[in-house]
C-alpha cells in the first residue's frame, strides 16, 4: 500500500476532484493519458487508478471500455462525481471585463446559456485545468477559464460565477482500478462488471440476457462497441447489480456463459450511495 492514487490530466481536473472526494486520504498523481495512468497503477507506482467512464450528459468517454478489459486491473470501485462548472480569471477581475473562456470542448457546449448570456466567446482548449493554468499564466483579465473549484484553489484564480452549468444533473461516474481483484463482498449493495462476445447462433444475445431477467438480476448498463476495428466482432460491456456468489447472480452467469465465446468479470465493488 502506497497511498497513491493516479489520475488523468492537469492538477485541479475533475478527475483530481474524483479522487479527492472518493479517496480523500490518497495523494493524488496527476498522469498524461488514460494509458500512463493505468501503467502506472500496473507498475506499482500507485495503488489505485481513477477513470472515468461515462457523463450523464455526454454519454460514455471514448476508448475506456477498449482499455478496461485489456489493461489487466481490476475494478475495485466506483464513485459518481457531480460535474460543477465554474468561470475563473484572474484575482481582481470583473465578469463584466471577460471576453472570452477557455476550456475542454465538452464543458464549453455545456454552458452556452450563460456564455451567450453574458457575451463571452468560447475557446477551445485541451482541458478543463489546463485552460485554468494557461490562463493564470497569461495575465490577460479579459480571458477566463471554464474549470471546478478545485483548478481555481490550485493556479490562483478568483471564481466569478459558480455552477454555470446548462443542466443542473451534470454527474461522471469514475471506475477505481487495482492491481488486485476485490473478491469478497465488501458493501451491502454490491455491483458487478464485465465484457463478453455472443456467440455466433441465431439471437444469440437474446437468450444470453434472458438469465438475467428469469433471475430476476437487475443489469444497470449494457452497451456495445467494435472490437478490433472490425464491424462483424461486437463486444459488449454490462454492470448488474449484485455479487458473483449470490445465489441468482451465479445462475445467470452460468446462463450467459453458454450463450458467450468470451466473458471476462472485470471486477465486483461495492455501489456508491450517489448511484441511487
Do not use: W
Amino acid at each position: 500500500m502506497n497511498g497513491k492514487i493516479a489520475f488523468q490530466g492537469e492538477p485541479g481536473a475533475y478527475s483530481h476532484q474524483a479522487c479527492r472526494e472518493a479517496r480523500p486520504d490518497m495523494e493524488a498523481v496527476p498522469c498524461g493519458t488514460f494509458e500512463d495512468a493505468i501503467d502506472a497503477t500496473i507498475r506499482g507506482d500507485v495503488e489505485l487508478a481513477m477513470l472515468p467512464v461515462e457523463n450523464s450528459t455526454y454519454g460514455r468517454v471514448a476508448d475506456i471500455h477498449h482499455l478496461l478489459p485489456e489493461s489487466g486491473l481490476h475494478i475495485v470501485g466506483e464513485a459518481f462525481v457531480r460535474v460543477h462548472i465554474n468561470l475563473l480569471a484572474l484575482p481582481g477581475t470583473r465578469l463584466e471585463q471577460v471576453r472570452t473562456a477557455k476550456s475542454h470542448t465538452v464543458l464549453l457546449g455545456q454552458c452556452r446559456g450563460f456564455l451567450r448570456s453574458h457575451g463571452i466567446s468560447p475557446v477551445t482548449g485541451a482541458d478543463t485545468a489546463g485552460s485554468a493554468q494557461q490562463i493564470a499564466a497569461q495575465k490577460d483579465p479579459s480571458a477566463a477559464a471554464l474549470a471546478s473549484e478545485l483548478a481555481a484553489e490550485i493556479y490562483g484564480l478568483d471564481v466569478l460565477a459558480r455552477h454555470i452549468e446548462d443542466h443542473s444533473n451534470n454527474t461522471t461516474r469514475f471506475l477505481l482500478m487495482s492491481r488486485e481483484p476485490q473478491l469478497e463482498r465488501n458493501g451491502e449493495a454490491m455491483m458487478t462488471s464485465f465484457v463478453f462476445r455472443v456467440r455466433n447462433i441465431p439471437a444469440a444475445l437474446y437468450k444470453a440476457m434472458g438469465g438475467f431477467a428469469t433471475n430476476g438480476v437487475n443489469m444497470t448498463k449494457l452497451e456495445s462497441y467494435m472490437v478490433d476495428g472490425s464491424f462483424t466482432a461486437t463486444q459488449f460491456f454490462a454492470d448488474i447489480e449484485g455479487h458473483p456468489d449470490d445465489p441468482n447472480v451465479a445462475l445467470a452467469l452460468d446462463e450467459l456463459r453458454y450463450f458467450t465465446s468470451y466473458l471476462h468479470i472485470l471486477g465486483t465493488y461495492p455501489a456508491d450511495p450517489k448511484r441511487r
